[in-house]
């Protein structure tokens, strides 16, 4: 489905809390999706492994062990379906539910990401490339990749480290995706940066927008998420016809908050044809370049 004129989108920069129970947790992310939905945003957006914290409700035995902390959580991701679906319902928003572990077709885990519209519909992706923290915890690369076929548009999704790979991201805009949402889960500042720099390169190299959304804060209780830095923003290709930077919107670094901000994408589907460059038609003058739509799964959303 085509994308409308506009989109409102708000993207959280999430603290990873420590609840006492699952009730707390339900009542955290009720509040942060009716938050949210006041904006007026259309599109809400939770980062990597915020479903992590789930983990703290179990106490310290699972909590502190990170293998009893990925098999909680992907115990949990019905359950977390059913809580996002139903706020869905009730705001009539879209939500990219916090990504967490689910279990994988064969054993170990996948890292997997829920976008939930508000008629119920859920679309699965799951994270391609493993960090090196993820190959150690027994994280392993998951179902294909999917563009989503929603009311507001061809959707992808690149969870963290696969919004680094060129390929990865041209596959989803060949497919027709003109809008990636890039959940993320770092450490330090500096691979803050390096999500960043992938979410502007991505969006320059396909004129598509790209939503970046970071847990913040630390959460010294679990092995897992303990440290965590970033800031939410959505970037477009730099052209004057859209935004002289590429950014339509960015965060304060670290600092817990919805960050809101509209992509206009009657402009942006004019890039492509009458814009200051040709970047997505000019991919093809690349030497080696081969067709990679053909790679991607589409699933109707709506």
Same mark, same amino acid.
């Given at each position: 489905?085509?994308?409308?004129?506009?989109?409102?989108?708000?993207?959280?920069?999430?603290p990873i809390?420590?609840?006492?129970?699952?009730?707390?947790?339900?009542a955290?992310?009720t509040?942060?999706?009716a938050d949210?939905a006041?904006?007026?945003?259309q599109?809400?957006?939770f980062?990597?492994?915020?479903a992590?914290?789930q983990?703290?409700?179990?106490?310290?035995?699972?909590?502190g062990?990170?293998?009893a902390t990925?098999t909680?959580v992907?115990?949990?991701?019905?359950?977390?379906?059913?809580?996002?679906a139903?706020l869905?319902?009730?705001?009539?928003?879209?939500?990219?539910?916090?990504s967490g572990?689910?279990?994988a077709?064969?054993?170990?885990?996948?890292n997997?990401?829920?976008?939930?519209?508000?008629?119920? @519909?859920?679309?699965?992706?799951?994270?391609?490339?493993?960090?090196?923290f993820?190959?150690?915890?027994?994280?392993?690369?998951?179902g294909?990749? @999917?563009?989503?076929?929603?009311a507001?548009?061809?959707v992808?999704?690149?969870?963290?480290?696969?919004?680094?790979?060129p390929l990865?991201?041209?596959?989803?805009?060949?497919?027709g995706?003109d809008?990636?949402?890039?959940p993320?889960?770092t450490e330090?500042v500096?691979?803050?940066?390096?999500i960043?720099?992938?979410a502007?390169?991505?969006a320059?190299?396909?004129?598509?927008?790209?939503?970046?959304?970071?847990t913040?804060g630390?959460?010294?209780?679990s092995?897992?998420?303990? @440290?965590?830095?970033?800031?939410?923003?959505?970037?477009?290709?730099?052209?004057?016809?859209?935004?002289?930077?590429?950014v339509?919107v960015?965060?304060t670094?670290?600092?817990?908050?919805w960050? &809101?901000?509209?992509?206009d994408?009657?402009?942006?589907?004019?890039?492509r &044809?009458s814009?200051e460059?040709?970047?997505?038609?000019?991919w093809?003058a690349?030497?080696?370049?081969?067709?990679?739509?053909?790679a991607?799964?589409?699933?109707?959303?709506i």
């Amino acid at each position: 489905m085509a994308a409308p004129r506009q989109l409102k989108v708000a993207s959280a920069q999430y603290p990873i809390g420590e609840p006492k129970d699952l009730a707390e947790w339900e009542a955290k992310i009720t509040a942060w999706v009716a938050d949210g939905a006041a904006t007026g945003a259309q599109l809400l957006v939770f980062p990597e492994y915020a479903a992590i914290e789930q983990a703290a409700a179990y106490g310290p035995a699972v909590s502190g062990d990170l293998q009893a902390t990925l098999t909680a959580v992907a115990d949990l991701a019905g359950h977390r379906e059913d809580l996002h679906a139903k706020l869905a319902r009730q705001h009539n928003v879209h939500i990219l539910v916090g990504s967490g572990p689910a279990r994988a077709e064969k054993a170990g885990f996948v890292n997997r990401a829920q976008l939930v519209t508000p008629s119920g @519909r859920i679309g699965l992706q799951d994270k391609q490339i493993m960090t090196p923290f993820e190959r150690d915890w027994g994280v392993t690369a998951g179902g294909p990749l @999917r563009v989503f076929d929603t009311a507001l548009g061809r959707v992808g999704i690149a969870i963290c480290y696969d919004s680094e790979f060129p390929l990865l991201v041209r596959a989803l805009a060949e497919a027709g995706a003109d809008l990636l949402l890039v959940p993320s889960c770092t450490e330090r500042v500096s691979g803050f940066h390096r999500i960043r720099a992938g979410a502007a390169a991505r969006a320059l190299e396909n004129q598509i927008a790209v939503v970046t959304s970071p847990t913040v804060g630390d959460a010294l209780w679990s092995p897992a998420v303990d @440290r965590n830095a970033g800031a939410a923003g959505i970037f477009v290709p730099p052209d004057a016809l859209l935004s002289d930077t590429g950014v339509v919107v960015e965060g304060t670094l670290n600092e817990p908050a919805w960050v &809101t901000g509209t992509i206009d994408f009657a402009r942006l589907r004019k890039l492509r &044809t009458s814009g200051e460059m040709r970047n997505y038609a000019d991919w093809n003058a690349q030497r080696g370049v081969i067709p990679l739509a053909s790679a991607v799964e589409i699933v109707p959303l709506i």
